[in-house]
RNA sequence: CUGGCCGUAGCUCAGCUGGUCAGAGCGCCGCGUUGUGGUCGCGGAUGUCGGGGGUUCGAAUCCCCUCGGUCAGCCCA
């Protein structure tokens, strides 16, 4: 290798051709997804004040020691962003648009934590939000379009997991039970669980050392402990996606990180992948975000899916493969100067055919070698003879259309291939 | 931030306890067929053995540091 003097930074990946034929495939399934729902499309700057990212909750230390923030040349405290929802909500509070605002995004996110499987420092998010609506239907459409996305994948065996976090006046009571509980307990807890008892102890619900979990099998769950209308809530989401038919299990062990988080929360985990940052979409109702961000007492909701998890998962199941095949046609020109191939993949790409060709005058050889590699269905030869009849050579490079190759005039030629182009298409799906 | 494993060609890797150890397969390029790919045959190119330092007559091989990869905790997508 003529040595590299640089490479992509730790935990980033530089995602090439053909693989990123499969992000561009993604982001306009899950485009569809969204939008036939209503959702629009948000771009919001990569970069706010850290304070829309730093809040008071609990969380907050944890999350400045893995924020990408510095100074900028005014002397402004910027953060990259490290997640989507806290600048959609600043948008929403600087613009207050109508609600509901129903909105959804793709974007890279950025989080200065060492690398694991699933886990990068930029990764790439989509997602969407709903503000300005309480209505426990929303919680439904928003966990339905997860659902429908991650199903339009391919995917199959993933289970949604579902819990709700109450009010934050629910959660004050239900702490008080849980840490009393967990006090009990605290000698069988693993050695690094215990400080986190009386710190934050929803905290010790989702930590993976078997030693905890053991104990917090047995833990009070927060549905037991939440008000009547809390209750009622989560009743109707429950209702709902049984009237959609989505599967869901109840997880009373399900928190999220932050404090602004309200009622439901969900995450949608893949079976097969044995990794243990497994979670490809997760979500939740986050009542006191608004609030937090300088706006008007606002409910919201949304998720974000992360697409490096996706894909992984994609992989264990050996679902979305990606498109296949960058051109349909190639065109291998045998003339004098090439310039058959200069002028005719103009006209066919002018005319709507996928088609490439090679350079730097090659043999003929090499040309039928590169029109194999590029995935194209026909080649199209062009040499002197057929320049002297004014045709061009369609010979089929797969198996599917046999070894016969035609003589094509050269007024015909856009038809013939648009006709054989179809029928590939046709036969794809 | 803490800990385990790993770093040899574009890719996957072999290289025993330091002494032809700079190798294989795939891929790439060319030729067999100066107008036919994918199969087959033949030939070819590419490496400061991640980087730096040390031990030694001698280091891909042993030691230290560093960077990177990977996995786990923590946190989350």
């Known amino acids: 290798m003529a040595r590299a003097r640089f490479q992509a930074p ?61 100074d900028d040349k005014g002397g402004r405290r910027i953060a990259l962003r490290p997640e989507g929802t806290a600048s959609i909500v600043r948008a929403f509070v600087q613009h207050q648009p109508a609600s509901p605002w129903k909105v959804w995004y793709a974007t890279p996110a950025f989080r200065y934590e060492n690398v694991q499987a699933g886990r990068y420092r930029q990764h790439h998010q989509v997602g969407l939000e709903v503000l300005g609506s309480a209505d426990p239907d929303v919680d439904v459409e928003v966990i339905a379009l ?54 934050h102890p929803m905290r010790v ?60 929360t969900f995450e949608f985990v893949p079976s097969m992948v044995e990794n243990a940052q497994a979670t490809i979409l997760g979500g939740g109702r986050y009542d006191g975000l608004v609030e937090e961000l300088g706006g008007p007492p606002t409910p919201g909701i949304g998720f974000g899916s992360g697409i490096e998890r996706l894909l992984i998962a994609c992989d264990a199941e050996g679902v979305f493969p990606g498109p296949q095949g960058r051109v349909d046609v190639f065109v291998v020109d045998v003339t004098d100067g090439n310039h ?28 039928m070698k590169a029109a194999d590699r590029s995935g194209a269905s026909h080649a199209v030869i062009v040499g002197d003879q057929e320049l002297a009849d004014d045709t061009a050579t369609v010979r089929p490079l797969r198996a599917e259309f046999g070894e016969h190759q035609d003589a094509v005039a050269r007024a015909d030629l856009v038809a013939h291939l648009s006709a054989l182009i179809d029928h590939t298409a046709k036969d794809q799906t």
């Open 10 to 70: 730790k935990g980033t990946q530089d995602i090439l051709p053909p693989a990123s034929a499969r992000w561009e495939q993604l982001l306009a399934t899950y485009a569809t997804v969204v939008e036939r729902a209503g959702y629009g499309l948000v771009q919001s700057p990569l970069f706010e004040d850290l304070g829309v990212f730093q809040r008071e909750s609990e969380g907050a230390d944890a999350v400045r020691k893995e924020m990408y923030d510095f």
């Open 146 to 199: 997860g659902c429908e996305f991650l199903q339009a994948l391919g995917l199959r065996k993933v289970e949604l997991l579902l819990n709700t976090m109450g009010t934050a006046d629910d959660r004050l009571r239900y702490v008080e039970v849980l840490r009393e509980f967990l006090s009990d307990r605290i000698g069988e807890l693993a050695e690094d669980d215990r400080e986190k008892v009386e710190r």
């Open 205 to 264: 619900l989702d930590s993976k050392r078997t030693q905890t979990k053991q104990v917090t099998a047995s833990a009070p769950a927060i549905a037991d402990h939440l008000s009547p209308e809390s209750q009622e809530h989560f009743e109707r989401v429950k209702e709902g996606l049984a009237a959609l038919r989505i599967p869901y299990v109840l997880e009373p062990r399900l928190v999220r990180g932050f404090d602004y988080y309200t009622h439901t």
């Open 340 to 367: 058959v191939a200069r002028d005719l993949t103009a006209q066919l790409r002018a005319a709507g055919i996928r088609c490439d060709r090679a350079f730097d005058g090659k043999g003929m050889r090499a040309q």
